[in-house]
Each structure stands twice: as structure tokens, then as C-alpha cells.
């Protein structure tokens, strides 16, 4: 039996109203207890452990002083938000989070009232809190009504342009909203930046820093005699310390830093803050990812993203696979190929670790270029790097690839520049869901011109993409794969270069042609593997491009065969809109061909496992054996071998 932590003070916590009632000396056994709480359900669920247990006493101070949920908490990214779910009437089923109808890892709207915004991806928080300021200043009337609005947000998410483009404008607009700077010197690998090192300057310079905490922004909260004094030594600070403040500069307020771990610091500056504001506030707090909890503060990622765990030891329970992962593969790959061509370059935004280049990086560091959170920048540093003569290969995860389309579109399709867009947790990931889900690269990629799109259907295809991709320089071309390991097949020792819109076939048949685009091939040739036990004998045949088309391969499978059935595992609008383009200008459908594609649905599915995701989207191999059969009126019942 699983042991669970005595918690008799957080017992009495049903909401956050509860914490109200409550002693500052009591707050502080409801923090002991919700860290504890956090790490024995974090161990039987898995999940993002480091970032929630950094701000177990951040959550406690911020529920305790606010009105929530009339005063919107918004949680930048919310992988931190697990205590918050904990305080805010989901302790029941805090040990469902990440698992099929149970909570989700990030917050929801459909969930709880306490979460006002839902998120997942970085740097939104401020642009979302100042929208609920203004709709609460002009008279917006949800109920509960609007109160104040408070955006958490940390130092890694601040790496984000977004971030910037609200502050600026909330400064300027100068309405009461609050800021929470989670400055935790780290967002989920080491932080990158100008900005990270002028936040380490903020807080380095002892012996100033007790009196910069007390003096810095602050003079607006204080009583009137006390100002002109505390002006003059916040601004003698600003020339001996820092030389300004940005934030101050931006229209904030600036207070900080301080102990984000010390409730005696963070409840008095919290409720003083909330007192006396008239406009914009930063409240810059220091804490430390993984906070109290051993294994996570000396892991290198400090238990960012952790599998079921033994909470005695922090040893992960993760489960073993013969075959290599996607992820690996491409870095290993992408390593070798860069052994041989020094033009060869890498950029990541914020995910080194995530998409394999921190192995890449060891070798060559200077090839290798983490922009932090900041997509948009990425695709833009990638098109400047190809003009000027490199190989750029810009990994990115399909959801965050999302966020830099416009460049994308405008600075590397439209100058049909050879950026190589590596694309990692294409399709559906499971437990993250669908935030991160890699669902619409396939169709926001293959619709423009120039493109070229390939998607590996087992990690020796991956590997020869990546070769394939190096080869490339007549514009922009990307290669998508999926999360996790890969099928087990025999890898070669080199890629080979694939001929650019060319597909193959793996077995020929008759009668029905299932043309696969991705990573359900397995799943493709075990429907038709049950398909030939009916007494049928299917063609199965891998596109490996959606863009160009292999017409050839196309035009052949729909005039050799009754029916002709799509997969992918990617949204209406890709691999099979484009197939079914071609055999409407062919005219093929006037031959009375059956086409059928079999693509996400249009909805949003929520986390599961992988497998269960998969059964929803209809795309597992029993589905596809079923398509099949509907397709040619066969009753599956009638003729089951």
C-alpha cells in the first residue's frame, strides 16, 4: 500500500478561503504539508515535479492574501500549478493528474473556477491578466466578479517576446494588476540570455541586497512622509547597484527581490502590495526549483518532468525499450552528419534536453544555439543562418513550432531559404495532452509553396530524413517524428538521401491500397496482417512525403485498386487533402473510386495514454482494419476468420 503523508493542517483546507482563517504560523505547517502532499502524488502519477514544489509556499501566501477566485491567479505555463490544485478543492483526485479523465497537468478552465486561463505553452500569463484587467475596469461581469488580476511568471518564460510585448503594454496602460516574477534562475534546462544574467545582477550585489529589497519600487506603497527619503536612496541603489531597473522603466512597479521559500517575507509584501496599489506591480521572488525535496534540487533538470517515482529515494520507474528512441535517433544522426559537414548548425528554443541537442551540443558548441522560449526568434535566427551559407536544423516540438508560423511563412517559404525543421512529439503524446499534442504541423506546413514535408514512419526512415535533410539546399524542408522509442526495426549505419518526393511500397495486393504518411505504418501492416486472415490482401504502401506528392505512387494505387485509404496522424487539411486534391484535378474520382482518409478528428483530445489517444482518434488498428471493411461493405461480423 502506498504511503501517504500525515497532513492534518492541510486536511482542514478545502478551499483557498479556508486559508484565510488561518495564523501565519499555521500557514507555514499548510506549506510543510502541501510539499509533502505534492511529492507522494507526483511519485504514483508522474509528472512535473521541480517547478510545483519551487513555489509551495509562493501558492500558499498567494491564496492566503487574495480573493481568489474573484482575483484571477493565472499561472504562466502552469506546470507549477499542482499545489494549487491541491488548495483549491481537487486534493480527491490529485492522484488521477495526467491519466484518462483524470485531472489535467496544467490548469483548465473547464476544471475549476480556480483557474481562470488555462495554459501549457510559456510566456502568456501577463497578456491574459491585463486582458482581465481591462474587461474588470470596463465593467465585465462573469460571476464571481472581477477583482484583481495576478500573473505568475518565471524567469524562462520571460526569455519569451510575448512577455516583453505585455509588459510594455500594461505599463503604459497603467491599471492596477499584479506580476509575480518566479525567479527560479532556471525554466526547464539552464537559463539563456541577457535577461537571466540581468536578473542574477538584481539579486547578487550583498551587502546592498537587504536594503535594495526594502528600497527598490516600493516608495509608491509607502506613507507619505516616508517617500521622498526612500526615493532618494532607491534612486543612489539604481547608479551603485544595476544602473535601473527595466521593469520600473517598462511602468511598474518593482518590488523585490525577496525569499519566495520565506512566508514571513512573502505575506506582509503581499498584503501591503494589495492594500495600496494603484497601478502595475512586479513582485520579483527568488525560489528554488525542486525546493525541498533532495532528489529533485540535485537532479540536473531539478525533476522537471519525472515517471513514477519511490518518494524515499526519487528512483524513477520508468520502463525499459530495446529499441532507441526518435529523439535519440535524430541527435545521433544529426551528430554524425555534422562530424562530416561543418556548415551544419542546430538551434533549440528552450529544449535542449527535449529534443536531443544537448548531445550535439558537447561536440559542438559552437554550432549549436539555444535561443530560450522563443520560437519566433528561432525560425528567423534559422533563415539568417541559411542566407549566410549554413545548414540550419531547427528543432522544435510540433506544438511549439506552432508559435513561430508567421516566420515561418514570411522569412523562410516566401525567400525559399533550406531551413531544416526537425520536428519532435509529432502526433498525439499522451499524458500532456492536448497542449502539446503535435496535431496541425502536417497541414500549416504542407500548404506552402516551396515546402518540402516528409514524415519517418520507424526510426531507420527517421534516419534517413535527417541525411535527406542535409542534402536539401532548394529551400525549406522539414521531417516530423513522434515521441518515444522507436519500432524495433534494423537501423543502417548511415542515412541514406531519399529521392525528394518519392514513396515505396512495402507489400503489393489487391483490391484496397492503404497509403500511409507517419508513424502509424506498424499499426497499417498489422490491420492489413488481419485483413489477409479475412481472406483479403491488402496494398500497403508508405508515402514518407506529403509534400511533393508521390503522383506516380498515387495515380497507380487509385487505378490498380476498388478503394484507396489515407493515414496520418495529423489534422483535416493535411497528407490526405492534399491526396485528395490530386484525384479530383485527375479526375479520378470519376472512375468510381472509394477514397477514405483517416486523420485526427476535429476535436481536441484530452491526455491519456498514448494507445487510449489513439483509440479515440479512431486510429489504432483495429480502426483501420474497420475502415477497410466499411469501406467495401463488407459486415465484419459476417466474415470474421
Not at 483557474?115 to 501549457?120: M, Q, T
Not at 525560425?379 to 551559407?389: D, P, Q
Not at 518515444?484 to 514513396?503: A, D, F, Q, S
Not at 498514448?610 to 461493405?633: S, W
Request: proline content about 5%.
Amino acid at each position: 500500500m502506498t504511503h501517504r503523508p500525515d497532513t492534518p493542517m492541510l486536511d482542514r483546507i478545502s478551499v483557498p478561503a479556508d486559508l484565510r482563517a488561518l495564523s501565519d504560523r499555521d500557514l507555514h505547517r499548510v506549506a510543510e504539508e502541501l510539499r509533502s502532499e505534492t511529492i507522494s502524488a507526483v511519485s504514483e502519477t508522474g509528472g512535473h515535479l521541480g517547478a510545483g514544489l519551487g513555489v509551495v509556499e509562493l501558492t500558499v501566501a498567494l491564496h492566503a492574501v487574495f480573493d481568489t477566485p474573484r482575483d484571477r491567479l493565472i499561472w504562466d505555463v502552469s506546470h507549477q500549478c499542482y499545489p494549487h490544485k491541491i488548495l483549491t478543492g481537487r486534493r480527491d483526485r490529485i492522484r488521477t493528474l495526467r491519466q484518462k479523465d483524470g485531472l489535467s497537468g496544467f490548469t483548465k478552465r473547464s476544471e475549476s473556477p480556480y483557474d481562470p486561463f488555462g495554459a501549457a505553452h510559456s510566456s502568456t500569463s501577463i497578456s491574459a491578466a491585463l486582458g482581465f484587467t481591462i474587461a474588470r475596469d470596463l465593467g465585465g461581469a462573469p460571476d464571481p466578479a472581477l477583482g484583481d488580476a495576478i500573473a505568475v511568471i518565471g524567469d524562462g518564460a520571460l526569455s519569451g517576446g510575448m512577455a516583453y510585448e505585455a509588459l510594455n503594454n500594461a505599463g503604459h496602460l497603467g491599471r492596477r494588476m499584479f506580476v509575480v516574477l518566479n525567479d527560479n534562475e532556471m525554466s526547464i534546462a539552464p537559463p539563456t540570455g541577457a535577461m537571466s544574467s540581468y536578473l542574477s545582477r538584481l539579486y547578487a550585489g550583498a551587502p546592498f541586497q537587504e536594503f535594495k529589497a526594502a528600497a527598490k519600487g516600493a516608495v509608491s506603497m509607502l506613507p507619505e512622509p516616508f517617500r521622498e527619503g526612500a526615493k532618494r536612496a532607491k534612486d543612489m541603489l539604481k547608479h551603485m547597484t544595476v544602473g535601473g531597473t527595466l521593469f520600473e522603466e517598462l511602468g511598474f512597479s518593482y518590488l523585490g527581490p525577496i525569499d519566495g521559500h520565506d512566508l514571513d517575507q512573502l505575506l506582509p509584501v503581499l498584503r501591503t502590495v494589495r492594500a495600496r496599489a494603484d497601478g502595475p506591480v512586479l513582485l520579483h521572488v527568488i525560489t528554488k526549483k525542486g525546493k525541498g525535496y533532495h532528489p529533485a534540487e540535485n537532479a540536473s533538470d531539478k525533476g522537471h518532468g519525472v515517471a513514477r517515482f519511490d518518494p524515499l529515494t526519487g528512483e524513477q520507474k520508468k520502463p525499459k525499450s530495446n529499441a532507441p528512441s526518435y529523439t535519440r535517433v535524430f541527435a545521433e544522426t544529426l551528430f554524425q552528419e555534422a562530424a562530416e559537414d561543418d556548415k551544419i548548425c542546430a538551434v533549440t528554443a528552450a529544449m535542449p534536453d527535449g529534443t536531443g541537442l544537448d548531445l550535439f551540443a558537447k561536440r559542438f558548441g559552437s554550432r549549436c544555439f539555444d535561443v530560450g522560449i522563443a520560437e519566433q526568434h528561432g525560425v528567423t535566427f534559422c533563415a539568417g543562418l541559411a542566407a549566410g551559407g549554413m545548414k540550419p536544423f531547427c528543432a522544435m516540438y510540433s506544438t511549439f513550432l506552432q508559435r513561430g508560423y508567421d516566420q515561418i511563412v514570411h522569412d523562410v517559404a516566401l525567400q525559399r531559404l533550406p531551413v531544416r525543421f526537425a520536428i519532435d512529439r509529432a502526433g498525439l503524446v499522451g499524458a500532456d495532452g492536448a497542449t502539446h499534442a503535435g496535431s496541425f504541423d502536417i497541414a500549416y506546413l504542407a500548404n506552402l509553396p516551396g515546402f518540402v514535408v516528409m514524415a519517418a514512419a520507424d526510426e531507420a526512415e527517421l534516419r534517413h530524413m535527417v541525411a535527406t535533410a542535409v542534402a536539401h539546399d532548394g529551400g525549406p524542408i522539414a521531417f516530423r517524428f513522434p515521441r518515444g522509442e522507436g519500432t524495433g526495426v534494423e537501423m543502417p549505419e548511415r542515412g541514406e538521401v531519399l529521392e525528394i518526393g518519392k514513396g515505396r511500397m512495402i507489400r503489393e495486393g489487391s483490391r484496397v491500397a492503404l497509403l500511409n504518411f507517419g508513424a502509424r505504418l506498424k499499426e497499417v501492416v498489422e490491420a492489413s496482417e488481419a485483413l489477409e486472415a479475412r481472406g483479403l490482401s491488402p496494398t500497403v504502401a508508405d508515402a514518407r512525403f506529403a509534400k511533393p506528392l508521390d503522383e506516380d505512387l498515387i495515380l497507380r494505387l487509385a487505378r490498380d485498386h476498388e478503394a484507396l485509404i489515407t493515414i496520418e496522424e495529423g489534422a483535416v487539411g493535411g497528407f490526405g487533402s492534399h491526396v485528395a486534391q490530386l484525384l479530383a484535378e485527375k479526375g479520378v474520382f470519376d472512375t468510381g473510386l472509394k477514397y477514405r482518409s483517416m486523420v485526427l478528428p476535429d476535436t481536441f483530445i484530452d491526455h491519456a495514454s498514448p494507445r487510449d489517444m489513439y483509440a479515440t482518434a479512431g486510429l489504432n488498428c483495429e480502426d483501420i482494419e474497420a475502415k477497410v471493411l466499411e469501406t467495401l461493405g463488407i459486415d465484419s461480423l459476417r466474415n470474421r476468420a
